[in-house]
């Protein structure tokens, strides 16, 4: 009776929880897909008759070393000039971040400082406050942009639209691979979910609201996140402009992309708890779709992955079926090959693909772990710090 009750439990565990990680990362993208090929294609982009007016919002805190290259980049854009506006904000910088953006005050570089230590949110809350441009573009200091790339995202916008984001693209140029493989998947979904409905979410380097749309959010929220949502929770949509193009260098470390997941994934738990409301299948049927595919199940699969192997492990020893010892022979397999990967990375030999991105995956699934931890016993984190580069 026992051993029928453990056998049911683990039944239930394992194809629960291996639903979830099939959902998240296979089925979710295939129904977009599927989904996207009955939509009539949507005109994406549209002429510029006249250029509405757009300040470009960079995010420093202590950039000295790449502060300067970023606002070359910026004044090398091919947006009219007289249209655009430069700011970069300082969140308390204590290094000569200051010193480099005024520097350029001639050709019309703008530095706010933002005394306290306020993080991002806070800080692009206080500029979007001071500016009058009609869209407003927010970067972060290490994203250097395509020349197009403004004129991309303002030729996405349309009455209907509050928010688009464009495309981040990764140099794995002394970097971490797996990072730039995983970004290439989450850029397929996202081209997906902007054909089918709205995306869930931007990215922090390169992402324009129209500034009637614009809403100012708790400085505990991670911005790129719950603007986009705050976006659709009052009723317009956020789209994706793919030739909108911004490059960046994945983190030189394992180790420095292990400890941005853990930011990253704490402060969008904390965020997302603001937004249960678009959960509501009932009051968004699409849009909670997305969220609960794309964030919440992905957010959630280290428990899923815990589950699927404790669990085939008691049904391999419990049940007569073949399937779960091949299923757990598999799983062997796979965690063998991710060790085998930490070992190259620890020793920077070069490794196969098939060897570095199970190692990659396990480590973000770890720093999810930790995020969803941290979210658990009340952690949130206002505040970045800038990895050396």
């Known amino acids: 009776m026992i051993e029928t009750l453990i056998t049911l439990i683990g039944l239930f565990a394992f194809w629960g929880a291996a639903l979830g990680l099939v959902q998240t990362y296979f089925l979710y993208p295939i129904i977009l897909f599927t989904a996207s090929r009955f939509r009539r294609p949507s005109q994406l982009t549209t002429s510029i008759d006249e250029y509405p007016s757009v300040s470009l919002i960079i995010a420093a805190y202590n950039e000295e070393d790449i502060i300067a290259e970023k606002i ?33 005050a001639d050709e019309d ?15 692009q809350n206080q500029v979007a406050a ?47 691979e797996g990072e730039s493989v995983y970004w290439k ?29 614009y809403v100012p959010l708790p400085r505990g929220e991670t911005s790129d ?21 911004a490059w960046e260098q994945t983190g030189d470390s394992t180790q420095s992309e292990l400890n941005r997941r853990k930011r990253i994934v704490t402060r969008t738990w904390n965020t997302l708890s603001n937004y249960t409301k678009l959960l509501n299948p009932f009051e968004y ?19 899923f992955l815990l589950l699927v192997f404790v669990s085939n492990a008691l049904l391999a020893a419990l049940s007569s079926s073949p399937v779960y010892d091949v299923t757990f022979v598999l799983q062997l397999l796979f965690y063998g090959l991710a060790i085998v ?16 991105i199970p190692y990659y995956f396990i480590v973000a699934n770890y720093g999810m772990s930790v995020g969803l931890y941290r979210f658990l016993g009340g952690t949130n984190i206002v505040t970045w710090e800038t990895e050396s580069r």
């Open 285 to 303: 049927p699409v849009f909670s779709f997305q969220l609960i595919s794309h964030k919440l199940l992905r957010w959630l699969s280290p428990v």
């Open 109 to 123: 570089v703008k530095l706010m400082r933002i005394e306290g230590r306020v993080g991002k949110t806070e800080c």
């Open 225 to 245: 996140f719950a603007e986009p949502l705050s976006i659709v929770e009052n009723g317009d949509a956020v789209r994706y402009a793919a030739n909108a193009v």
């Open 185 to 213: 998947y989450e850029q397929y979904i996202k081209r997906l979910e902007s054909a089918v409905n709205s995306l869930v979410g931007a990215n922090g380097s390169i992402y324009a609201v129209r500034a009637s749309s």
């Open 341 to 356: 990967g930490s070992i190259t990375d620890r020793l920077s030999i070069d490794s196969l693909p098939y060897i570095r």
């Open 130 to 176: 001071a500016v009058e441009s009609d869209i407003l573009v927010f970067s972060d200091a290490n994203s250097m942009y395509d020349p197009n790339a403004i004129t991309s995202l303002v030729r996405t916008f349309s009455p209907e639209v509050g928010c688009v984001v464009g495309e981040l693209r990764y140099s794995v140029e002394g970097g971490v």
């Open 72 to 104: 070359e980049n910026s004044l090398e854009l091919s947006y009219p000039s007289e249209k655009l506006d430069i700011i970069v904000f300082s969140d308390a910088s204590s290094d000569r971040t200051d010193e480099i953006v005024s520097s350029y």
